[in-house]
């Protein structure tokens, strides 16, 4: 049990060490957009 918890520990200790902030490339307007294209998709199955 512990080897695997050393195991998750360095996993996420691992990418954390360097990380690099996430950039949004997609307009907030066209994220919204596909959001209530989906939804509409959706509600009409």
């Not at 195991?7 to 907030?28: E, G, H, Q, S």
């Amino acid at each position: 049990m512990l080897e695997l918890i050393a195991a998750l520990d360095d996993y996420v200790d691992r990418p954390n060490a360097a990380p690099k902030p996430f950039i949004w490339t997609a307009k907030a307007s066209d994220i919204l957009e596909k959001v209530l294209r989906a939804r509409d998709a959706l509600d009409n199955q």
